[in-house]
C-alpha cells in the first residue's frame, strides 16, 4: 500500500516561497506519475503540476512560478512555490498514479494515492 506524507505547508505572505514535500513509502517515486493538486475552499481539486517519466508537466496558474521536483534516492516529491498569490491559497495534495496518458493527467480519477494534504494560506 502507498502512502504519502505531506508536509511544509504554512501561512506567507505574498510575494514569498514555500517548498511543499511528499514523503513516499510502499512505493518508489519513479514508478508511479507523482503530482500535486490543490482544492481552495468551495472550490474543486485542481492539478497544480506532475512528473510523468522524465518529465514535467504545468497547469497554467503555475507556470513560471512553481516547480516539481523529485529525490529518488529520499524517495520524495517537493514543489517549491515562488512569487506566491493570494488565490494561491489552498490545501495541497500530493498523489500517485499509474499508466496514465498524457490527457489523463488532470483528472483526479486517475490518480490512485492521495496522501492527507498541507494547507498553504497566502495572505498579508
Known amino acids: 500500500q502507498v502512502q504519502l506524507v505531506e508536509s511544509g505547508g504554512g501561512w506567507v505572505q505574498p510575494g514569498t516561497s514555500l517548498r511543499l514535500s511528499c514523503a513516499v513509502s510502499?512505493?518508489?517515486?519513479?514508478?508511479?506519475?507523482m503530482a500535486w493538486f490543490r482544492q481552495a475552499p468551495g472550490k474543486e481539486r485542481e492539478f497544480v503540476a506532475c512528473?510523468?517519466?522524465?518529465?514535467?508537466h504545468y497547469a497554467n496558474s503555475g507556470k513560471g512560478r512553481f516547480a516539481i521536483s523529485r529525490d529518488n534516492a529520499k524517495n520524495m516529491v517537493f514543489l517549491q512555490m515562488n512569487r506566491l498569490k493570494s488565490e494561491d491559497t489552498a490545501d495541497y495534495y500530493c498523489?500517485?498514479?499509474?499508466?496514465?496518458?498524457?490527457?489523463?493527467?488532470?483528472?483526479?480519477?486517475?490518480?490512485?494515492?492521495w496522501g492527507q494534504g498541507t494547507q498553504v494560506t497566502v495572505s498579508s
Open positions: 498523489t500517485a498514479g499509474y499508466n496514465l496518458r498524457q490527457p489523463e493527467l488532470r483528472k483526479t480519477s486517475r490518480y490512485k494515492y
Open positions: 510502499g512505493g518508489t517515486v519513479v514508478t508511479y506519475v
Open positions: 512528473f510523468r517519466g522524465g518529465n514535467t
